[in-house]
């Protein structure tokens, strides 16, 4: 190792034309000691993570330079005891460590014994991760808790203030007053079915469990379903166009979850964007390429990786949306083995783009 000639971090020999490792090319914290801990090398990473340097530490018992301890506070040196224990005990599994007033590590440790099997501890190996990583995926899971309860808050506070005004002025109230009130409180009502319906959809991408059901699918088909029941809910039918190019091969695909991709994505391209909705649907080499632009702003590039990420939305926020609609999307599009992608549309606008490969019947 540089800087000192301590055992442990000495190169593997170059002989045979094997690469040089350095103990402080590594990106994990190593430190070694003797059986008694007195430490004989820690590595650059080890006085990051530790904010100990190696000029500090080396020479120094290790229960004095870095005195690691779990949660109840127990002194980890001392309960990993190299005299101790069974001869053939060899690792010591990692856990979670702090050292005083710092972060989390995640630390293993091994006994080298001489003769490898039953021998003396000649020098323990300690390894040193990071927990941040760890720490972050925590936080964002508190993250997805307040922003759901905070989601389903708002329209539950809207339930329940109209359902009490109801109640309370039942007399007084018009019919056209009830109406409204009734009106919000069923829409409000859907939210809530809706966003729960997506928070299991998600759970589900996440834990890998989403099934996919496969039939022959006529992707156009379904497109114009979708643009027919847009505008049989009101909007102009001049707004959606559907274009296929080319010989569509057969295509075996979950029908409800392409309607669910398709939907999603006609109702982002008519909520977030502009002008006329272009769906195209087209052959690709291994399955066809489904293409949903519009002619509004479009996604700017350095969203372009934001846009896919649960509850993220950008002005969708003024729009009443939850932002689960595109993870969901991306989930159900890499369920069957395919890739979305989103780029400026040709006339300007977002191009929402997802490739499907043909699949093949379940039972094949
Ligand atoms: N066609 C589009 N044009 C411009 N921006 C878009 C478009 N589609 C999506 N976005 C942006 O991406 C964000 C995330 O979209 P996503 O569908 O995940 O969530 P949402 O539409 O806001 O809510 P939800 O779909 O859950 O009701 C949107 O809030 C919006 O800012
Ligand atoms: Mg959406």
């Known amino acids: 190792m540089r800087g000192d000639d301590t055992p442990g971090g000495t190169p593997e020999g170059d002989a045979g034309g094997r690469a040089r490792i350095d103990a402080d090319d590594l990106p994990d914290g190593l430190v070694a000691t003797d059986p008694d801990g007195v430490i004989l090398m820690v590595n650059r990473a080890a006085e990051r993570l530790t904010g100990v340097t190696r000029r500090a530490a080396v020479g120094r018992l290790i229960g004095d330079v870095l005195p690691l301890r779990d949660q109840d506070g127990r002194d980890w040196w001392k309960w990993l005891d190299p005299h101790g224990g069974l001869r053939t005990r060899s690792r010591q599994p990692e856990r979670p460590l702090h050292l005083p007033g710092r972060q989390e590590l995640l630390v293993a440790a091994r006994f080298v014994r001489e003769p490898a099997r039953g021998g003396e501890v000649e020098r323990v190996v300690i390894t040193l991760r990071d927990a941040s990583a760890r720490a972050r995926v925590e936080r964002s899971r508190a993250d997805l808790v307040s922003t759901v309860a905070h989601e389903l808050r708002s329209p539950l506070t809207s339930v329940k203030g109209f359902t009490a005004t109801l109640l309370a002025k039942w007399e007084r109230l018009t019919d056209a007053q009830k109406l409204v009130m009734l009106e919000t409180v069923n829409a409000d009502a859907d939210r809530v079915t809706r966003l729960i319906t997506e928070l299991l959809d998600v759970s589900r991408i996440e834990s890998g469990r989403v099934e996919i059901h496969r039939q022959v699918v006529d992707v156009p088909a379904r497109a114009r379903r979708i643009i027919a029941g847009r505008v049989a809910a009101g909007e102009p039918e001049d707004r959606f166009r559907l274009e296929v190019l080319g010989e569509l091969p057969e295509t075996w695909l979950d029908q409800d979850k392409i309607d669910q991709v398709l939907g999603n994505l006609v109702e982002n391209a008519v909520r977030h964007g502009r002008g006329t909705?272009?769906?195209?649907?087209?052959?690709?080499?291994?399955?066809?390429?489904?293409?949903?632009?519009?002619?509004?702003?479009?996604?700017?590039?350095?969203?372009?990786?934001?846009?896919?990420?649960?509850?993220?939305?950008?002005?969708?926020?003024?729009?009443?949306?939850?932002?689960?609609?595109?993870?969901?999307?991306?989930?159900?599009?890499?369920?069957?083995?395919?890739?979305?992608?989103?780029?400026?549309?040709?006339?300007?606008?977002?191009?929402?783009?997802?490739?499907?490969?043909?699949?093949?019947?379940?039972?094949?």
Do not use: Y
Not at 278 to 296: K, L
Not at 326 to 352: C, D, M, N, W
């Open 277 to 364: 909705v272009t769906i195209v649907v087209e052959p690709v080499e291994w399955g066809v390429a489904v293409s949903v632009r519009d002619q509004g702003e479009g996604v700017a590039p350095e969203l372009v990786d934001r846009v896919f990420r649960q509850f993220w939305r950008g002005n969708g926020r003024r729009r009443g949306g939850t932002g689960l609609g595109l993870f969901i999307v991306k989930g159900l599009v890499e369920a069957h083995g395919g890739t979305i992608s989103v780029q400026r549309a040709p006339g300007g606008g977002a191009e929402f783009r997802f490739t499907l490969p043909t699949g093949t019947p379940d039972f094949a």
